[in-house]
């Protein structure tokens, strides 16, 4: 049994007695005229199925899992590639193929005298449409899957890990790569083409190329600007890898050299970096990790002047917030922000060994604030990707250095 035969088989015991599973894959998505944008799979769809092709369809239960799906097309095929067609879905596990275009006619007959029928939240309303006549309740699947996503089996960290490895070497290129006068779209593509010259054809996420003041706006993602001698620069980059994300962040000067503030704040967000990662362990829960983060932040903020004040009273009035406005992390896997964090009523859960967490703070030191012109527009970001063990924690992003020193001895070899 393979890991996806393993995953529905799992998922089919968690749902109530005569309940059946709808599953609706991505569609194509129009770019402009009649070009469409590179196709993704839904997550969830892939996670259950591995299914490919768009405009699919999966029902399952404890005996059956049916999938629909494209017919070939010997015309279509010329144009556009290979169709698998459904006498092939049982290569995915499949007990049996049917064409996409008779859905709507075998739906209704195979989850008639269901109890129950689940589906993907934001799927019910597509669903409901399909099956207008239908009577008995129709429930959301996104939790089990959730609690399932969050716990990474061995075939996926090792998917992940060379994700990791992958972008590391992608922000080493890029350190050694940037120079005063280059464009952010230029330092941009010395991500990419490393990412796909290791065999990553995706971005995570679309690229943060952030010089000078645009490192404090924190998804900024226009890339257009020079890059110029003296400032900052921070990029938030990372390659999807066979479906699932990898998502680092490093910040480093374009001239190869921090200046004195620049290293002041660096070496804040850095201290937070280290502290919060040694929280990631099983039994803590990721509320920790964030405080922790947040008291480093404003203490060093305090120590430099740059707020002012008693410590507590600084974190329980959130003036820290001016300055570090997001969460330390997110959990990580086929979604960059992925899903499983939370309980039933919203809860952070507790740490576990496969969850994967990225640990990212932050300083974000706008040209508005009242503070010294010589810490205007630094912002600094240091995100890395850590995975729960059974006995700690594992960064898989330590390839790529995150020191002051290191940083300037790569970037100056």
């Known amino acids: 049994m393979d890991i996806f035969s393993k995953r529905r088989h799992f998922l089919s015991n968690q749902l109530e007695t005569n309940s059946v599973a709808v599953l609706f894959g991505s569609e194509e ?5 009649d070009v469409n944008f590179p ?10 199925t591995n299914f490919p092709e768009s405009e699919s369809i999966a029902v399952l239960d404890n005996e059956n899992f049916i999938i629909f799906c494209k017919e070939k097309n010997k015309l279509k095929e010329q144009w556009d590639g290979e169709i698998l067609g459904p006498e092939n879905a ?3 596990g499949a007990t049996q193929g049917i064409p996409i275009d008779e859905y709507e006619k075998v739906l209704p007959s195979l989850v008639k005298d269901r109890d129950n029928i689940y589906c993907f939240e934001s799927f019910i309303p597509k669903l409901k449409k399909l099956l207008p006549n239908y ?3 129709i429930k959301p699947l996104d939790f089990e899957v959730s609690k399932m996503r969050a716990i990474k089996s061995q075939e996926e960290l090792q998917i992940i890990e060379e994700a990791c490895r992958i972008s590391s070497l992608a922000h080493m290129r890029a350190m050694k790569s940037v120079k005063p ?3 952010e779209y230029q330092l941009e593509a010395e991500y990419v083409h490393e990412f796909m010259s290791q065999g990553a054809r995706a971005c995570a996420y679309p690229s943060i190329v952030g010089g000078g003041k645009n490192a404090c706006v924190l998804h900024y993602n226009e890339n257009k600007d020079i890059l110029n001698d003296g400032d900052l620069v921070l990029v938030d980059a990372g390659c999807e890898f066979k479906n699932y994300a990898s998502d680092i962040t490093r910040t480093f000067p374009v001239n190869g050299k921090f200046t004195k503030e620049q290293r002041d704040i660096y070496e804040i967000v850095l201290e937070a970096s280290k502290k919060s990662i040694e929280t990631v362990i099983s039994g803590s829960n990721p509320l920790k990790a964030h405080e922790t983060s947040i008291e480093i932040i404003s203490q060093g903020l305090l120590d430099l002047g740059l707020l002012d004040g008693e410590l507590n009273e600084i974190i329980e009035s959130n003036r820290y917030f001016d300055f570090y406005m997001h969460r330390v992390g997110h959990y990580m896997g086929l979604d960059v922000h992925d899903v499983g964090g939370k309980d039933i009523n919203g809860n952070w859960l507790d740490y576990a060994p496969g969850m994967i967490t990225t640990i990212e703070p932050g300083i974000y030191i706008n040209e508005n604030l009242n503070v010294p012109d010589e810490y205007k527009n ?5 995100e890395d990707n850590v995975v729960v063990t059974e006995t700690g924690f594992k960064i898989l992003t330590d390839l790529v250095p995150k020191e002051v020193n290191d940083i300037e001895s790569l970037m100056n070899s």
């Open 29 to 33: 998505t129009l770019r402009n005229g």
């Open 39 to 48: 196709f993704r799979q839904n997550s969830n769809f892939s996670y259950l």
């Open 90 to 92: 049982k290569l995915y």
């Open 135 to 137: 009577e008995a309740i």
């Open 181 to 183: 006068g280059m464009y």
């Open 378 to 382: 630094i912002g600094i970001r240091i």
